[in-house]
């Protein structure tokens, strides 16, 4: 079945640094979605990518769509201390209903102070 | 708006028994998904249902079903618990078909 491989699995950053992380797949998504997951929390969604090549910020955040509709990215700029958090892409399978969701492992960020 | 309400939000049971969680909908979506989340294998899709319907199913056994009701709010059941059922189960909502999902904060489940 449709996989995605995220990466990196963990990071540790100062405080004031940008973040990225990616998601790649062997299979075509035709939605990227990015979620944050804080401890003891559902899932938030934090970007939603719909067209290849989309270039999306929602404030300090910014994602993007692969041209290959196979991976996409998310840049964090400027982290600070409520970035904190398991961040996990996303996508529906391309076969089935656009409920039907496929997660990446997840990101793990931690940000030094 | 309030978001998907999930209840309860802990639970602990022994296996065997069976298990029933609740989600409530943001108010207008008639699309309720579940998904199980486990440090092992992360975070799947169980199934979704729109308009009392189940129109999807992820790969689970039988053990797992759910139910939707006329007002779109949603409970599933596990039935003979597992020790390896153990995880947040997590409910999400949408309100058109490309939407993203909305989460709730999850039941957290506890097979002892």
């Known amino acids: 079945g449709q996989q995605l491989n995220q990466s990196p699995q963990s990071m540790f950053i100062q405080e004031g640094e940008d973040v990225s992380m990616n998601c790649t797949s062997s299979s075509i998504f035709n939605t990227w979605l990015w979620y944050k997951q804080d401890p003891g929390e559902g899932p938030v969604l934090l970007i939603a990518?719909?067209?290849?090549?989309e270039l999306t910020s929602n404030g300090r955040l910014t994602a993007q769509f692969g041209i290959t509709r196979k991976d996409s990215f998310l840049n964090i700029s400027a982290s600070i201390p409520s970035d904190v958090g398991i961040y996990f892409c996303?996508?529906?399978?391309?076969?089935?209903?656009?409920?039907?969701?496929?997660f990446g492992s997840g990101t793990q960020l931690t940000v030094l102070p | 708006k309030a978001g998907v309400t999930q209840t309860p939000r802990y639970l602990i049971k022994t296996r065997g028994q069976q298990v029933t969680l609740s989600c409530s909908p943001i108010?207008?979506?008639?699309?309720v998904s579940w998904y199980q989340q486990t440090p092992g294998q992360g975070l799947q899709f169980l199934f979704e249902?729109?308009?009392?319907?189940?129109?999807n199913k992820g790969n689970f056994p039988g053990r797992f079903s759910g139910r939707q009701f006329s007002n779109s709010r949603s409970e599933m059941n596990v039935s003979t618990l597992e020790l390896g059922d153990s995880a947040l189960y997590l409910c999400?909502?949408?309100?058109?078909?490309?939407?993203?999902?909305?989460f709730g904060n999850g039941t957290r489940l506890t097979v002892t």
């Open positions: 996303a996508g529906p399978r391309s076969s089935g209903s656009a409920r039907q969701l496929t």
């Open positions: 108010s207008g979506h008639r699309s």
């Open positions: 999400a909502s949408t309100g058109s078909n490309e939407a993203p999902l909305h």
């Open positions: 990518l719909y067209k290849a090549g």
């Open positions: 249902y729109f308009s009392e319907t189940q129109r």
